[in-house]
């Protein structure tokens, strides 16, 4: 998709340069990320970033937001799941398919970034902070569908809260992001995300 400006068309494609620029961010960090590093990966010039996006932290929020709706679609979708338990294991499943994709850095961007408590820049930890509060929201959304689902399918949580499920669930999911970025296998998380499951759903 290109986008135009004073009725010029933009020489790039904005969604090509976010992916770009989704692949820097993700391994050098917001603060690593040099506007150099940044322009030359999305092919355009610092004049075109800035015309298209504003500043380096509005460039990050637009490609952070692309991120989620792609990378992480897989939350989404699992919580469309008409039961619980079928929540329960695409939420763990599709996680390590995903953060274990060979088009992508293995991981989660959101734990690689939001996760950092090294020190920062100020907009770096504004950054962190940003990314940490996209992650709270899924987190209340998770919530909202588990509580659905003890209320409404009378799915039994044997005395746990829906709040320490999903609590449960988002710790899995970022352990698992962990340890592929350190090059465990998908066979060998998928069967971490087996045993999360059996946790909450008992066979």
Known sequence: MEVATRGRPRGFDVEVALDRAIDIFWREGYDGASLADLTTAMA????????????????????????????????????DQERLADVFRDYLFEAVDSMTRDDRPHGC????????????????????????????EGLEKLTARIERGRDVEGFDLRGMTPSSVAEYLASVSNGIAVRAADGVSRAELRVVADIALRALVPR
């Open 44 to 79: 355009i010039t610092p004049t075109s970033l800035y015309a298209a996006f504003g500043s380096k932290r509005q460039l990050f929020e637009s490609a952070f937001s692309r991120y989620l709706s792609i990378d992480m679609a897989y939350a989404s979708r699992a919580l």
């Open 109 to 136: 961007m959101s734990v690689q970034i939001g996760g950092s408590r090294t020190a920062l820049t100020t907009t770096g930890n504004e950054v962190r902070d940003y990314v940490a509060h996209r992650r709270d």
